[in-house]
């Protein structure tokens, strides 16, 4: 990885929305179903023609005057469409080899693969285990067709309809996998509840060059280059990233621009991404005996109190999604010890809040150093160290935001258990979501602290550790909260690269 310094970096361009996925950029927060297709092609030729149509004004893409005119034409909670593939699908769908070896490795390895050393799935997260990909399954994984309906009714028309087409199409279904968005009265608009009860897809990082859609709290940071997670475009580093590339000759249309610093080649990957899918099952109950066994960790207050206390310093928020380290009155653990005296506690404990409340500016080495309302541990803390991380809150800031993900989530409830589905979007796995994983969620000494895991996504086994004065609080041998049940990595193509794979004519290699 490059190492993190300041870079001059200009403005980024325009982004070219009629070509992007609207996934990329809208995650579709008006959208309460959701479900994912894992085909296989068995026909290419057949399934070229799937891509023509597709590509045809079914795919969603981001640009605000197809949605308009969608929305009057077929109402505004139309469905949205967007496609992914790996590297198996683009192989089966006849790009050489020539061209796959240009996708970054993470992609050609895929997720199973590099689950254990890179993202920490042992034990019972391990990809023998998985129902989704994994080493079982990750040979069938070519395409995945990803379907947005308002409801239950819009989801299940759907699903029947692309599921028969894909199978006319030349595609086999491998597996299907259902989301619902969770809500609670009165919670804000675009935002659900996870199975634990928190509220998510709070903490997003905004896209320079793109505006944001209404309702999303301010962050605390300046907008993110657009090559963090738009193929094609400069990132951080003031660099373009890995983006595979194919031929002029297989560009038949003259559709994709050329690929930076090898002539006669076309980028690929330009306006497009790479997707990641994990299925992560929550296990409630056993979230919930923790708080009733540990409760006597909150300050003194009535038992409910005390349970929301222990569980917003486990995820680092409380459920409503307000912050931990700054209320309106000042830091957090100001207000307390008195958690039975709600009106010494805003905002309110389990009650919902407004769009207003749902506060995303606030950062930790300025607001909260010592983790005396949000724990160093914290998973929410983990995830996102914003300004909090050594030697400098500068550095710790610029650091940061070389890591964050576009995050696109769903609940899923079905036979094998409740859980998220957890979506995500940057344009290098291994700067972006493994090392968030590897380095930040896994690592077990942060902040000095050793033994502490993610207290949430850990493996279990570790500590729960929150500051407090005099003494801080800890609780050895954690058991594990969420296990690991499926996923895989994908290449998000843009529309123009979607008809450059649907015009290829011969067939993948044996």
Wanted: with cysteine; charged share 30%.
């Amino acid at each position: 990885m490059p190492p993190a310094r300041s870079l001059p970096l200009e403005p980024s361009p325009a982004l070219e929305l009629e070509d992007i996925q609207g996934l990329l950029l809208h995650g579709y927060r008006e959208m309460n179903a959701l479900a994912l297709l894992f085909l296989r092609i068995e026909d290419a030729s057949a399934c070229r023609q799937w891509l023509r149509e597709l590509s045809s004004g079914v795919i969603t893409s981001a640009d605000p005057v197809e949605h308009q005119r969608h929305a009057r034409e077929r109402g505004k909670d139309y469905p949205r469409v967007n496609l992914a593939l790996t590297p198996r699908g683009l192989a089966a769908l006849g790009l050489p080899e020539e061209v796959l070896t240009t996708l970054p490795l993470e992609l050609r390895e895929g997720m199973a693969r590099r689950a254990r050393e890179h993202l920490r799935d042992v034990d019972a997260n391990a990809p023998e285990h998985w129902r989704i990909g994994g080493t079982r399954f990750e040979d069938d994984l070519h395409v995945l067709l990803m379907l947005y309906a308002a409801d239950e009714a819009g989801m299940d028309r759907l699903l029947h309809d692309h599921s028969m087409l894909a199978e006319q199409q030349g595609l086999r279904v491998v597996h299907v996998q259902q989301g619902r968005r969770r809500h609670q009265p009165g919670d804000p608009p675009g935002y659900f509840r996870d199975h634990f009860g928190f509220l998510d897809g709070l903490s997003q990082p905004r896209i320079e060059g793109h505006k944001d859609p209404a309702g999303v709290p301010r962050d605390y940071d300046r907008p993110v280059k657009n090559g963090e997670f738009i193929l094609g475009h400069l990132n951080e580093y003031a660099e373009y990233p890995l983006s595979p590339c194919v031929p002029e000759r297989l560009d038949l249309a003259d559709e994709l621009p050329a690929c930076p610093g090898r002539a006669d080649w076309k980028d690929l990957g330009h306006n497009g991404s790479y997707l990641v899918v994990r299925k992560l099952e929550q296990d409630v109950d056993a979230f919930e005996r923790f708080l009733d066994e540990h409760a006597s960790l909150a300050p003194e207050g009535a038992p409910e109190d005390r349970r929301e206390w222990l569980a917003a310093k486990l995820v680092g928020r409380w459920r409503n999604g307000a912050p931990l380290v700054a209320a309106k009155r000042g830091p957090l653990h100001r207000l307390l010890p008195s958690l039975s005296r709600r009106e010494k506690a805003k905002p309110p404990l389990v009650s919902p809040v407004s769009t207003k409340d749902v506060d995303n500016s606030f950062l930790y080495g300025r607001d909260d150093p010592h983790g005396y309302g949000c724990p160093v541990t914290a998973h929410a803390r983990r995830c996102n160290p914003r300004d909090a991380q050594p030697p400098s809150r500068e550095l710790s800031t610029e650091v940061t935001r070389r890591h964050r993900l576009l995050r696109r989530g769903f609940n899923y409830a079905d036979d094998s258990g409740r859980g998220l589905l957890f979506i995500a979007l940057n344009t290098s796995f291994g700067r972006q979501f493994e090392f968030i994983q590897r380095s930040w969620v896994h690592f077990d000494q942060l902040g000095g602290v050793e033994g502490a895991e993610d207290p949430l996504a850990g493996d279990g086994g570790g500590r729960l550790v929150i500051p407090q004065q005099p003494v801080r609080q800890c609780v050895a041998d954690l058991q594990r909260f969420v296990t690991t049940r499926g996923g895989g990595y994908f290449f998000m193509p843009s529309l123009k690269a979607i008809r450059v794979l649907a015009a290829l004519e011969r067939p993948a290699p044996e």
